[in-house]
C-alpha cells in the first residue's frame, strides 16, 4: 500500500516550453502533496505543499508564477515548470501524506529527472 | 517490481541507547543506495552508498551496503534525543528512486 507514482519518469525539453509532471497516489487519497527538488549528493529541498482544492504554499525563493502547482483531486498534484531553462534542470520529486494515520505519514514518489537543453 | 523495504517500521529506545535501522531491496539495476532523515519538512542526505563493505562514517553514525545479500544497515550510537526522525532508505534503480516506507525512531530522554 501507500504507493506514490509521477509521470514522467525523464522528460528532455528545450530552453523556453513548459513541463508538466503528475504526482499520484495510487493506492490511498491525500490531501497534501509536496514537491522537492534534489541536487545530487544533496537532501531534498522542499519547494511548494499542495493541498487538494486549495492555492499551493510555496517556500522562500521558489517562483510560484514559474513553478505552477496544481492539485485538482485527492490523488493528483501536478507541477509545471514555465518556461524551463537549464538551471531549471533537476530531480524532481513529489510525496504525499496519507489522510489515516500510519508509522510514517509521508510517502515519496520515484522522481522526475528534468534535462533542460 | 522493485522494492525496499525497511525495518523495523517503529522503534522506541532510551537516550544512549544505539540502534541498528535495516533496509533490503530487491530492484533491477542498482546503482546506489541513499539514506535520509526526515524531521519536518524535507528529508536530510545522510549517505550515498554504492560500494559492498566500505562503512561511511559521519559522527555518530554509520552505514554499510551489503550488495550480495541486498541490504543496508544505518547505525547510531549513544542516541540522543535529536535524533528522533523518520529514517528513510531510498535505492536508485535505473535513475529512478524506489523508496522505502521509512522507520520511525524515538528516542527518550
Known amino acids: 500500500g501507500a504507493v506514490v507514482s509521477q509521470h514522467p519518469s525523464w522528460v528532455i525539453c528545450k530552453s523556453g516550453t513548459s513541463v508538466k509532471i503528475e504526482c499520484r497516489s495510487l493506492?490511498?487519497?491525500?490531501?497534501?502533496m509536496f514537491w522537492y527538488r534534489q541536487f545530487p549528493k544533496q537532501s531534498l529541498m522542499l519547494m511548494a505543499t499542495?493541498?487538494?482544492?486549495?492555492?499551493?504554499?510555496?517556500e522562500q525563493g521558489v517562483e510560484k508564477d514559474k513553478f505552477l502547482i496544481n492539485h485538482a483531486s485527492l490523488t493528483l498534484s501536478t507541477l509545471t515548470v514555465t518556461s524551463a531553462h537549464p538551471e531549471d534542470s533537476s530531480f524532481y520529486i513529489c510525496?504525499?501524506?496519507?489522510?489515516?494515520?500510519?508509522?510514517?505519514?509521508?510517502?515519496f514518489g520515484p522522481g522526475t529527472r528534468l534535462t533542460v537543453l | 517490481e522493485d522494492k525496499v523495504v525497511q525495518s523495523p517500521l517503529s522503534l522506541v529506545v532510551h537516550e544512549g541507547d544505539t540502534v541498528t535501522l535495516n533496509c533490503s531491496y530487491e530492484?533491477?539495476?542498482?546503482?546506489?543506495l541513499l539514506w535520509y532523515k526526515q524531521e519536518k519538512k524535507a528529508p536530510t542526505f545522510l549517505f550515498m552508498l554504492?560500494?559492498s563493505g566500505i562503512e561511511k562514517k559521519s559522527g555518530r553514525l554509520s552505514s554499510i551496503l551489503d550488495k550480495k545479500e541486498l541490504f543496508s544497515i544505518l547505525n547510531i550510537t549513544a542516541t540522543q534525543t535529536g535524533d528522533s526522525a523518520v529514517y528513510l532508505c531510498?535505492?536508485?534503480?535505473?535513475?529512478?528512486?524506489?523508496w522505502g516506507a521509512g522507520t520511525k525512531l524515538i528516542i527518550k530522554p
Open positions: 554504492t560500494s
Open positions: 493506492d490511498f487519497q491525500a490531501t497534501t
Open positions: 499542495s493541498n487538494e482544492g486549495s492555492k499551493a504554499t510555496y
Open positions: 530492484v533491477t539495476n542498482f546503482r546506489s
Open positions: 531510498a535505492v536508485d534503480s535505473n535513475y529512478q528512486l524506489i
Open positions: 510525496s504525499a501524506r496519507v489522510l489515516a494515520g500510519a508509522h510514517n505519514e509521508q510517502f
